[in-house]
């Protein structure tokens, strides 16, 4: 999928599972690495020991979260004990990229269980910001864009992207029209896949089946199509079929340490 000399993105997926883990594997969190920048987007329960089977946490150059459930952003609790008692030799903080109203949340869950730490269980190790959805968020390399999904709360879609390489995530989302157009034309398509074909006439809902992830998916002319995000209850060859009858190009199902270059 890369041509020589062309700038290149390999994404490895740290955490596969819905909310609800399947055995052995963890929460959403997607390892990013764009040249020399190093990132995760997403960092849900769980996700954590696997992202530092892969790099350390003193390695990482910032982290992307897209929405505040706890499946999708958990882990950075871990991550800032890392940080702090680790090898941190530069005592530059980690750029923390939350979505709009996502701090004043991630600091009421921190006053429940560190009443005593205040603003510095966060601020000694992070650089906490406010991702603003409508404008492109650069780190290093990468250039990142958003789009709002179709989910229960505010919940944001990524395009990560460098040169002419492109790798879209879908985050939670029913589908969107957003979403299909965010990942237009992309080298990849990392798609949330929660739902059984029965679900699909549930209301409201705020996920996607892997039939209706392909659909958009064939609807954005992407090259290829990789289903995460998804239960125990269904099996990877039951999605894969799913999703063979409506996009024709190249299909992967996430499991935890799946690797994907563009």
């Known amino acids: 999928m890369t041509s020589p000399g062309r700038a290149t993105i390999r994404a490895t997926v740290c955490g596969s599972s819905c909310s609800i883990p399947r055995p052995g594997r963890a929460c959403s969190a997607y390892l990013m690495e764009v040249d020399a920048a190093v990132f995760v987007v997403d960092l849900g329960s769980g996700a954590f020991a696997n992202v ?33 008692y680790g090898n941190r030799s530069n005592g530059k903080r980690l750029a923390l990229y ?15 269980f560190a009443p005593e730490a205040g603003d510095d269980f966060l601020g000694d190790v992070y650089d906490v910001r406010t991702f603003e959805p409508s404008r492109a968020l650069r780190i290093g390399a990468a250039t990142l864009t958003f789009a709002p999904t179709a989910h229960y709360i505010p919940t944001f879609a990524v395009r990560c992207a460098v040169g002419t390489a492109s790798i879209v995530y879908s985050s939670d989302t029913a589908p969107s029209l957003g979403v299909t157009r965010l990942a237009k034309s992309a080298d990849a398509f990392l798609c949330e896949a929660t739902l059984t ?31 995460t995000h998804y239960p125990a209850t269904i099996a990877p060859a039951e999605l894969a079929a799913q999703a063979r009858a409506r996009f024709s190009g190249p299909i992967d199902i996430a499991d935890d340490g799946y690797t994907l270059k563009v």
């Open 52 to 84: 530092i089977k892969h790099r350390a946490a003193e390695a990482l150059d910032g982290v992307v979260i897209t929405h505040m459930h706890a499946d999708h952003f958990l882990d950075v609790i871990p991550l800032r004990y890392a940080l702090k």
């Open 98 to 112: 939350l979505p709009p109203g996502g701090e004043p949340m991630l600091r009421r869950l921190v006053a429940a």
């Open 197 to 227: 074909r029965q679900e699909e006439a549930d209301t409201p809902r705020g996920h996607c089946s892997a039939r209706e992830a392909a659909e958009m998916a064939a609807h954005a002319e992407v090259d290829r199509l990789v289903l």
